[in-house]
C-alpha cells in the first residue's frame, strides 16, 4: 500500500487549495465585464422601484377599518 508521510498530505492539501483559489480569480477576472453589467442593472432598477414605490406612496389613499359591532346579549344561562 501506498504510505504518506504528514508533509505530502500537507503539501497535497496546499497544492489543491492554491490551484482551487486561483481558478476561482481567473474565471472572476474573465468574466469582470459580465459581472459588473449585472451589478449595474441591478442598482438602476433597484434606484427605478425606490422612486416607482414613493410615487406609490404618494397615491395611496389611507383605509380606516371598522370592527363588525356584535349582537347585544343580555342573559346567559346556563342549566345541568
Known amino acids: 500500500m501506498l504510505e504518506f508521510s504528514i508533509f505530502e498530505f500537507c503539501l497535497v492539501n496546499a497544492v489543491s487549495y ?3 483559489v486561483g481558478t476561482g480569480l481567473v474565471i472572476c477576472c474573465r468574466n469582470k465585464e459580465v459581472f459588473m453589467q449585472r451589478v449595474k442593472s441591478s442598482d ?11 410615487d406609490a406612496m404618494n397615491r395611496v389613499q389611507q383605509v380606516q377599518g371598522y370592527t363588525p359591532s356584535a349582537p347585544h346579549v343580555s342573559e346567559i344561562c346556563i342549566k345541568s
Open 44 to 54: 438602476n432598477l433597484a434606484q427605478y422601484n425606490h422612486h416607482a414605490s414613493q
Open 18 to 20: 492554491m490551484c482551487g
